[in-house]
C-alpha cells in the first residue's frame, strides 16, 4: 500500500516555523513579504502558510508567474526575479546552494532572489494524530509492503517514514515519477492500493489498482480519480474497509455456493431422482434464501484482525 506524505500522513496544513536569512541585505520581513507576493497564485499549501506568516493586507503581485510542479514557484515581483522552492528548484535554475543546513524535521524552501540565495524558509506540518494507528492495522492485517512516495526531501520524508513504520521511501519525486514508482511496483507482481490528497498525485491515484483519495482535505482531482474517497479523512478506515471488503467477498462466494449448489444442484438432482415431494421442494428452494440472508448478516459485525 502506497502513501502520499503531504496532505495524506500529515494534515496538508503547514505553517511557516522560522526564516533562516543568508544574505544581510535582506530581512525576515522582506523576504516574507517577497515570497507571500510570488506565492499569490499559487494554490499549494505552502503558498496558504506563507500568506498566512507575511501577515500583510497589501502584498505586491507577481508580474509573471509560473509553477514548477513538484518543485515551487517562479515569478517577478517588484522588479526582482523570485525562486521559492526544493533544492531541485534551485539546483534546475543554477544557483548555488547554501550547505550544511539542511534539516530533517520540517520543510526547507529555499528564496533566491535574482538567481542568488537569501533566505530559507522552514515549514512544518504535523503528522495526522491517527497515521501510526492506521499504518499498525494495515501490517497487523497483513498488508506487506507499505511505501512512501514524495516530492518532499528525503531527510524529512525518511524520518516521518521511521515514526510511522513505513517500510520503504521514495523522496523528491514528480508527479510523473509518482506514476513511474507505482506502475514499477505492480510490473513486480504487486496489487498497489495509492491514498493520496490528489496535489501532485491524482495521476498515481488513477494508474494503481485500488485509489483511496482524502475526502475532506483531497482536491476534486483525488476525487475523481479515485476508487474509495475517505469523507472524514480518518486512515483509520482504510484496515476497516479492507476487513469489510474482504469480509463481504468471501460471503458473496458462500452464498453463491449455498444458493446455486444447494437449490440448482441438490435440489434439481433430487427432484429429477423422485425424492422430493412438494414440501421438500418448498423447503430447499427457500431454506437456502434464509441461510443467506443470515450469512450476510454476518457482515453487519466485521471485527478488524488484531
Ligand atoms: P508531496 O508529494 O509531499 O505532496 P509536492 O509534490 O506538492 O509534495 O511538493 C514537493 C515540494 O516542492 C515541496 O516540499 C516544496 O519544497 C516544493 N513546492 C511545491 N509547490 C510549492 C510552492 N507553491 N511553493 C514553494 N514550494 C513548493
Ligand atoms: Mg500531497
Redesign the pocket.
Known sequence: MVF?????L?T?EPAVEEVVILDSAYDQATVLRL?AG??RR??????DA?TAAAADSSLPSPTDFE???????RAVVLGKELL??????LADHDVPLPDGLDRDDI???LVAVDRHPVAIIG?ADQIRPNAAEALAGLHRAGIDRTVM?????SP??LRVAKQLGIDQVEA????GD?VEAIKRLQRGGHRVAMV??G???APALAVADVGIAMGAAGTRAALEAADIALMNDDLTKIPHARAVARRSYRTIKENLFLGVGVVHVLGIVASLAGWTGLVQAAFIHLGPDVAVFLNSTKLLRVKLDR
Open positions: 502520499d506524505k503531504t496532505g495524506t500529515t496538508g515570497a510570488a506565492e499559487s494554490s499549494h499549501p505552502i503558498a506563507i509553477t514548477i510542479e513538484g518543485r515551487g514557484v521559492l522552492g526544493n533544492r531541485a528548484l520543510t526547507q524552501l515549514v512516495l514524495t516530492g518532499d526531501a524529512i520524508a523528491d519525486l514528480l508527479p509518482k493520496g490528497d496535489v501532485n498525485d
